[in-house]
């Protein structure tokens, strides 16, 4: 998985606790995604960073904060997780580098499963 | 919003046919148009992908065909085999914040070959 590491893989957790989930990469690539993953929905865009301390907003933001502190680690933090937060996530890294091609090549982590009960 | 529209949902060919998965953009600020696959359990991986100046892109036995006008794109999978029984997602991709690449993806076509 492109030198992606992410962790946990599996977590069950309660309601209105908090929970953070964390992407290591070994490529030194620029850029770093969370997406999360549901049935009917593909994958949808929760943030993004495009270096140390900077970070935008996605598609489906709203209940999700992150931080990246070093360029190999980008975490995502559901401050109070909700039911509806209960989905797959991944991360994904991108180098940003060379042809539109090679630019808009994204390597995918092999996801953690988040149950909110 | 859906910006990404794919189907079919689920697709069933037998081996050695041609798979067919469709996909519809609005915004015409997308430039990139890239296919991902992904089996079980694993992340998605990229597949195969086009430019929109491009109407037709062709890896092995898999194909882009791509409609500017009419804002769609399609993959064939031809001699469809048992091992391309996965799930399929098309992709726009378009210019962020720091020069990221933003993808919007379809909701997904899961593929079965039956031997």
């Known amino acids: 998985d492109a030198g992606i590491t992410q962790s946990p893989r599996h977590k069950v957790t309660e309601t209105g606790t908090p929970v953070t989930l964390r992407c290591h990469q070994t490529e030194n690539h620029r850029y770093m995604y969370w997406y999360r993953q549901d049935p009917g929905h593909g994958l949808r865009l929760i943030h993004y960073s495009y270096g140390v301390k900077d970070t935008d907003k996605g598609e489906v933001s709203d209940g999700y904060s992150v931080s990246r502190s070093k360029t190999e680690d980008f975490l995502l933090t559901l401050e109070s997780a909700t039911s509806s937060q209960t989905s797959v996530y991944f991360c994904?890294?991108?180098?940003?580098?060379?042809?539109?091609?090679?630019?808009?090549?994204?390597?995918f982590g092999a996801g953690t499963r988040l149950s909110v009960l | 919003q859906q910006q990404v529209k794919q189907s079919p949902q689920s697709l069933i060919v037998q081996k050695g046919g041609i798979s067919i998965i469709n996909c519809a953009y609005e915004n015409t600020a997308f430039d990139y148009f890239p296919w991902y696959q992904q089996f079980p359990g694993k992340g998605p991986a990229l597949l195969i992908a086009i430019r929109p100046d491009v109407s037709e892109k062709k890896e092995g036995r898999f194909t882009i065909s791509f409609n500017k006008s009419a804002k769609q794109f399609s993959l064939h999978i031809m001699d469809s085999q048992p091992g391309d029984s996965a799930t399929y997602f098309c992709?726009?991709?378009?210019?962020?914040?720091?020069?990221?690449?933003?993808?919007?993806f379809g909701s997904g076509t899961q593929l079965t070959v039956l031997p």
């Open positions: 994904a890294i991108s180098d940003g580098t060379g042809t539109l091609g090679a630019k808009n090549i994204q390597y």
């Open positions: 992709a726009a991709s378009l210019i962020s914040s720091g020069s990221a690449r933003q993808l919007t």
